[in-house]
């Protein structure tokens, strides 16, 4: 049992009794390639090294399965999200920057500072080179005096004031470190709306990659914080790596043999994905649905993450003669940054206009999936006359660009309705008044984001509908693979690519769905199944995108990890570990204060019905029934051995996967009086 | 996936015992995964700072990359095998006319 007195000091002895370091200064020998945990203090300005032990990696495989872990130790109870006291964890894929096939991910961890949010955690495709600097966790404790960023490098770790850095955009700061340290150094930083405090602000690294939703920017901002730069040159261990080499050089193959799928992501990334094969959008009159424009006036090409042979991350420069001629940047989500939120979303039709908002908001540092979300029901709101224009202090209305980038950089800004925009879409919602609360379309207090068919909740549920609902961050892709059919990547429709890829996500003989029972029974009791193989994928650093998931079965991960790191473990053991993460996760956001009805949606799905367009057919659903959601919930709590009431975890779930010093240290809140 | 490699001269074609090596750096999206399999092949390590191939951010447009092999490249051709993207080729040596096992 642990001593709350010494844990209030982070100390590394007070973790829980089993991986107690002390006494074991180096990693076993049984294990390979795990990097050190490096914590930084940002009040005292100092820092330590912490290893990662054998049993840390046999119970939470490594990447964000161990941040987690280390969330839950270093916020053992209900923390100001932007108080001193809150931990920002960044946690880097375990086979990131080795050869293994998009293993490039990396996770930044915390307590959200979005209202309704609790578990703040994004995941993105960078700061690999950390690993090379020789950690795989990077904490961060604490508030520096004065603006800092954490400078990285193999012999040393430095707090570097940022004075002349704070107020900087993400890409004026990128640009400043490149031309002050090189530009081989990878750099996460906040911009302005990080700085102030939006609770949707985001972290971008490298002026393109996003980790953007529950609004970690502000975290950062919190805490002076200003970036995050590394640089590394270490080798990193591989226990076999001639087995390693073969073994990636053949999933390489398979990922690149899928050549429709390849065609499709270097063309258009995941936008072309989404309007081109799945073809089944919200309605909208943007020019982004026609790919032909999309091309006409954008010069565009691959970029990819580090070790991906996909490359599905754009370059994109605006054609001559166009609005905001050469205009050039990067975006890593062709739909979640750019297409979706301002095209689909806020109806921007010129695409060249959509892809100013898409460089406005990362410049300014924002989540563009919330920032769109709050903007679309300010001008709901005003629309209903429930906001008048006077208050709002701009003209602002649909699908205007230049309205659009005004009100982003007033919530970035914090300036007039733009800093009652900034603390998020339910205190302004309730701000505005009873009637308006009615207009939100939120999960977890954060806005739906535009990206795909998935963002509507139906009653024709699937995985990937389910998965925006149960995951403990709110509305973002996560935990969905397989999506649903109608894809390249998946031809057939959810429960037979499921029933299908029974063995791939490593679910047993005999609870592979029923193809023939309803969708909403099969659905729920899959779904801790995806969830898990989903968990294993992330903590490994693999992303999220199908046709790479595609090569990726449990049985190949789970080689991968065995050839990586030495340790020998089965693919059960490892889908037992996700399962022992995720309901630590659980628990924490319990302990956070996250109840069954946080895994409820805005009233308007229950209410409203919704409309999307499939090759040109426009199809009506109903809303959702309140009576099946209250079903498919039960089902899913029970699924995951979870009471169906409270949505609690059950004690016996929860010492079954070895976290009953989790009942010790919370048994108040597990189990209510 | 640009690293700081040590100063040395650089080309953007190697020939080397009649094996010929190509890169054409508008098609490399920086993934970096020749420095990955360069440097194991060759210095027996997962480390692409001591690769013989280099791939750095272009300076003169956002997301491009300046891709060129360093003055240790032998041609060995491993990098090509591992660039998914089409921008490094290799060229097999021609085989000498008239050439026997004699």
Partial sequence: MSNPQRRKQYGISSWHGEYRVDEADEQSSGMVGFGDILEVDLTAGTHRRLPVTEAMARDYIGGQGIGSYLLSQYIPNVVDPLGPDNVLILSVGQLDASVVPSASRSTFLSRSPNPGTYLGMSNGGGMVQLRNAGFDQLVMLGKAEEPVYIKITDEEVELVPAHHLWGRDTYETVDDIWSELGDHYEVACIGPAGENLVRHAAIIGDKHVAWGRTGLGAVMGSKNLKAIVVSGTQQIQIAEPVRMMRLCQRTNEEITGDTESIRVWRDGGTWKWIADVEREVPRAPSEVFDLDMYDEKLDHRPIACPGCPVGCKHALKVREGLKHAGLEFIVGCTSGTMCGPFGAGLGVVPVEEVAKCAEVVQRLGMDSSSTAGLISLLLELHDARLISSEEIGIDAHWGDEESIVKLMNMIARREGIGGRLADGSVPFAESVGPEAVNFLVDWKGMARAVTSSGGQLRSEMSTANLAWAVNFRGHMDRHRYPFKGGTADQPEGNIETLVKLADHLGIPADDVPDAAAPKSESVPRAMRYIQDYNTVAYCLGFCDRPVILNALAIERMAEMYRLATGIQVQADDLLRAARRIWNLEKVWVTVQGQTRQDDYPSERYFIEESQHEKLGEVRTFPPVSREVYDQIMNDYYDAEGWHPGTGLPRIETLEELGLGWLVEEHGDVLQPA | ?102
Avoid at chain 2, 61 to 67: L, Q, V
Avoid at chain 2, 81 to 100: E, N
Wanted: glycine share 4%; with cysteine.
């Fill in chain 2, 1 to 102: 996936m640009p690293f700081r490699l040590e100063e040395s001269s650089k080309s953007s074609l190697v020939e080397f015992e009649r094996r010929v090596i190509d890169i054409d750096a508008a098609n490399c999206v920086g993934c970096g995964l020749c420095m990955m399999a360069c440097s194991w092949v060759k210095q027996k390590q997962f480390n692409p700072t001591l690769a013989f191939v280099d791939i750095q951010r272009d300076d003169q447009r956002e997301g491009d990359f300046d891709a060129q092999f360093t003055e240790l490249c032998d041609a060995c051709g491993f990098c090509a095998h591992w660039c998914y993207y089409d921008a490094i080729h290799f060229h097999k040596p021609a085989k000498k006319v008239g050439a026997t096992n004699e």
